[in-house]
């Protein structure tokens, strides 16, 4: 979450440091030191995951007490419908399904293998629900990748071909029309005016004497939505994604009320896509289909970009000024653009540091 | 093993005091339970389908029930005006008092907590923010800030009456040296839990309106003038409803203590107007929309140009001596001074916040039926706990209630 190289001030008590070391330092790689309980105790949670994150923890005879009184609370109902004499196997493997995945635990702690469980599990109830098979990836952020986007205002004519391929792409809510991005249409001669510009326009596009401006998730370095979470349902990826994980999101929207550049979209009602349209092609963090009550937003199509192509937005762009790439590669388009163009972010005061940047021909 | 008899004859001798009572009092809590019960209906509704039955959407995220929220929260605050003359100060006048206003603080933290379940969008998954068996993301979110000190002042509003009141039962004296630190305690945590709210908001830097140094301060002035208003107007109810005593001296001094908060809430108010009214930058257009209204879009305007002459007319009869101290008229003073600070710090605060949005939209925002409806039920729950604990404790009190051997 926290790189070493960044301008901004954060306070960091506390704040888990990833590179920290398995083993203490009396040198024994398991418990028994004695002294480093919490510690050892904390890294176990680290890694494990499911059950194993919630209940398999080291703890004291009170606490235990406490978390199984909790667990068989909340078990009795689950145990009643999986054990049920009157249900088929499909079902009792469907119920089986539901339990574990409402009582998993936050995608950004779980070993490779849990995020495989757990979208195999996803993978499985789909198939029992409806019959169809999808695709669903957990790959992980790639060394030495850092995404970044270039938009250049020069070309954008405002077609908004962008934002209906994000939304087949992303299986995004039909029902309220939920958009990632939105294309601000704005008066020649008046700058970048935000308040006088109109990102809800139905007419031909380019109307004469305007010009268009795109927005969307940032993908912040320093994005002020993780940092107000709750729970850490929303965080910074290896490769510079600010993702969220949907069954861990409690729904508070207090990370709609941080961001500072109208990212984040949040499911007011259950999400629907008519089956025909879903996109079966889906990851984890990315396009899967959402429940109620969750927040969403932009991944930079992480189920496309992760497998080495542009997000459907670039791709989608008739005139060409969407731009996408890797930051940390010298030969890539991004970072030419960077080099040779003079680009600008929005909001810059704010210390946000978005890998968005805007640039003209 | 003793002290488990005692609790449970308590339990049993509250039980019957709360469900005997004057023709009135069963009036009262009959319409109680029943805007409880709309308001479950509306909840269930909003359970159903989501929280697209609430006005809320995506341009502004927060309504009526943060709103309320972050007002209740002031609320409860107040009690330690009580809390503090009686037990730190040794002011011996509030006594009784104190009681009450403690009752009131467990209300509103009740309230709170209700409301903000009322506002996730995933109360099932509401153990994710549970410590050690969740993931708490402390303490870089202040939300979790939140949840602690304010369920840090409810386990100590709870428990120092209910030693009290345990020990008065009993008919022995309730023994200072252990709930003197807790009282102690609650003060700064009183401090605490309005200053964390207002941190909530103060620190998100995507909101100009909310982002002001001002914000937690001027939270604490409103929430010492509403809270003790509050208490007034219950303690002049029991009074002419009980034979509990509560002397004249005791309100004129919690009167006081309104008085001088909402006076110098006043002149924060004037220090924030003045700030973005004279060099109006573009970071004063929520303030702009809040009072005069943008681009036509002025839904707001009704209700802050209602609280801002409460607020003021409350303000001045306060201020004179002579006004304050006749009792009608410091009645309704207190009235509309709670009136007028729920639609400032509530509507007033939360709603501006997001309006313009980031790009300059401005999207009304307007409350549906089901979410008055559960609010509505939500203020019926906490006037009904309300009830509960203060019948019982001035049944202790006024020495109706004592243990049998």
């Known amino acids: 979450m926290s790189s070493d190289n960044k301008k901004w001030f954060s306070l960091n008590i506390g704040r888990k440091n990833q590179e920290t070391s398995s083993s203490c330092s009396c040198g024994k790689q398991s418990g028994g030191c004695g002294g480093h309980d919490h510690e050892e105790i904390k890294h176990i949670e680290e890694r494990k995951d499911g059950f194993e994150q919630v209940f398999d923890v080291k703890m004291n005879r009170r606490s235990a007490f406490k978390q199984l009184a909790a667990s068989l609370a909340i078990g009795a109902g689950a145990v009643s419908t999986s054990c049920s004499m009157f249900s088929d196997d499909e079902s009792k493997e469907k119920a089986q399904i539901d339990w574990e995945e409402q009582f998993k635990g936050n995608y950004k702690l779980m070993t490779d293998e849990e995020k495989k469980a ?31 986007y270039a938009f250049n205002i020069s070309k954008c004519q405002g077609y908004m071909d962008c934002v209906s391929a994000c939304v087949e792409e992303n299986n995004q809510d039909r029902n309220s029309q939920m958009q990632y991005i939105r294309i601000h249409e704005m008066k020649d001669g008046n700058g970048f005016n935000f308040n006088e510009s109109d990102d809800n326009y139905y007419h031909e596009v380019p109307a004469e004497g305007h010009f ?67 996109n079966k092609n889906q990851h984890y963090l990315g396009n899967r289909l959402r429940k109620k009550g969750v927040m969403e937003k932009c991944t930079f199509c992480v189920q496309r970009s992760r497998a080495g192509k542009n997000p459907a937005c670039v791709e989608a762009c008739p005139t060409g000024a969407r731009i996408f790439g890797n930051l940390l590669d010298p030969n890539s388009t991004i970072r030419w653009v960077l080099e040779n163009k003079k680009v600008f972010r929005l909001r810059e005061d704010l210390g946000t540091e978005p890998k968005f940047w805007y640039f003209m021909d | ?262 006076q110098i809430n006043l002149i924060m108010l004037i220090s924030e107007l003045f700030k973005e009214f004279y060099a109006p930058t573009h970071h004063s257009e929520s303030a702009y929309y809040l009072f005069f209204g943008l681009h036509g879009k002025d839904a707001l305007l009704p209700w802050i140009w209602t609280a801002i002459p409460l607020n003021i007319l409350a303000t001045v009869i306060l201020t004179f001596h002579k006004l304050r101290n006749n009792f009608k008229v410091l009645y309704f003073a207190c009235f509309i001074l709670f009136i007028a600070i729920w639609i400032e710090k509530g509507f007033g605060l939360i709603v501006p916040g997001f309006i313009p949005g980031p790009y300059g939209k401005i999207a009304e925002y307007i409350p549906t039926g089901i979410e008055i409806g559960v609010t509505l039920g939500i203020w019926a729950l906490g006037a009904f706990v309300f009830t509960i604990l203060a019948k019982t404790a001035i049944g202790i009190e006024i020495g109706k209630l004592r243990y049998k051997k």
Request: charged share 15%; net charge positive.
């Open chain 1, 118 to 148: 757990t979208v195999d599990r996803l993978v499985r109830s789909y198939q029992l629900r409806t019959g169809k098979t999808i695709s669903m990836s957990s790959k992980n952020a790639e060394e030495n990748v850092l995404f970044g």
């Open chain 1, 212 to 278: 268009y401006m795109g927005t969307q998730c940032f993908h912040c370095d320093n994005p002020p939505c993780v940092n107000v979470c709750p729970v850490q349902a929303t965080w910074r990826e290896d490769d510079g994604l600010v993702v969220v994980d949907y069954d861990w999101c409690v729904g508070c929207r207090y990370c709609m009320a941080a961001c500072p550049y109208d990212g984040r979209r949040f499911n007011w009602s259950k999400p629907e896509v008519p089956e025909e349209e879903i």
């Open chain 2, 1 to 262: 093993m003793r002290r488990f008899k005692v609790f449970k004859s308590l339990v049993r001798d509250s039980l019957d005091t709360i469900t005997q009572g004057s023709r009135k009092y069963h009036l009262w809590m009959a319409a109680l339970t029943f805007m409880m019960l709309v308001g479950m209906y509306c909840y269930s509704i909003q359970l159903d389908e989501g929280l697209s039955v609430t006005g809320m959407t995506d341009r502004v995220s927060w309504g009526l029930y943060i709103s309320n929220f972050t007002f209740l929260v002031g609320v409860a605050a107040a009690a330690v005006m009580l809390v503090m003359p009686t037990y730190v100060l040794k002011d011996i006048d509030f006594k009784q008092a104190v009681l009450i206003g403690e009752g009131l603080a467990v209300a509103a933290l009740v309230m709170c907590l209700a409301f903000v379940i009322a506002d996730m969008g995933g109360p099932s998954v509401l153990w994710h923010m549970i410590p050690e068996i969740g993931v708490f993301n402390f303490p870089n979110s202040m939300l979790t800030w939140d949840v602690l000190v304010l369920n840090g002042y409810l386990f100590i509003n709870i428990t120092i009456p209910l030693y009290i009141l345990f020990r008065h039962y009993q008919g022995k004296e309730a023994k200072s040296k252990v709930y003197i630190p807790g009282a102690f305690i609650s003060v700064f945590w009183a401090v605490a839990i309005h200053l964390v709210t207002a941190f909530l908001y103060q620190g998100l830097q995507a909101r100009p309106f909310w982002n002001n140094a001002l914000l937690g301060p001027r939270f604490l002035a409103s929430a010492f003038a509403a809270g003790p208003a509050l208490i007034i107007l219950v303690l002049a109810v029991i009074r002419s409803s009980t034979s509990f005593k509560i002397q004249d001296k005791t309100i004129k001094k919690i009167a006081m203590v309104v008085t001088v908060a909402a």
